[in-house]
């Protein structure tokens, strides 16, 4: 019924830039927050960053500076611009969303993932 799709993940040299996106369809009434997630083998998965309905935002204190997170409500699409990137942020980034699907509940969403790689 709701699908989250992400995509723009990939190979980037150190210092580099990226940017990921997340297009939710499907039985959509109202998306709260969206947000970016990721995962580092062999570690939990951590919030990189957020954004409220309301355009609030709020990142994690390795990505701040660096990373800016964006939507466009009309598309139900949130972005992630990575800048400067470090080998360090190398993982799987997950998209999330808390929206009002066809149940007319607020429930959490995920996608399936983008492998993000920083190497030279």
């Known amino acids: 019924q709701v699908q989250l799709v992400e995509s723009g993940g990939g190979l980037v040299q150190p210092g580099g830039s990226l940017r990921l996106s997340c297009a939710a369809s499907?039985?959509?009434?109202?998306?709260?927050?969206m947000g970016w997630y990721r995962q580092a083998p062999g570690k939990q998965r951590e919030l990189v960053a957020y954004?409220?309905?309301?355009?609030?935002?709020d990142y994690a204190d390795s990505v701040k500076g660096r990373f800016t997170i964006s939507r466009d409500n009309a598309k139900n699409t949130v972005y992630l611009q990575m800048n400067s990137l470090k080998p360090e942020d190398t993982a799987v980034y997950y998209c999330?969303?808390?929206?009002?699907?066809?149940?007319?509940?607020?429930?959490?969403?995920w996608g399936q993932g983008t492998q993000v790689t920083v190497s030279s």
């Open positions: 999330n969303a808390d929206l009002q699907d066809y149940t007319h509940r607020y429930r959490d969403y």
């Open positions: 954004i409220t309905s309301g355009r609030n935002t």
């Open positions: 499907g039985s959509i009434f109202g998306i709260n927050v």
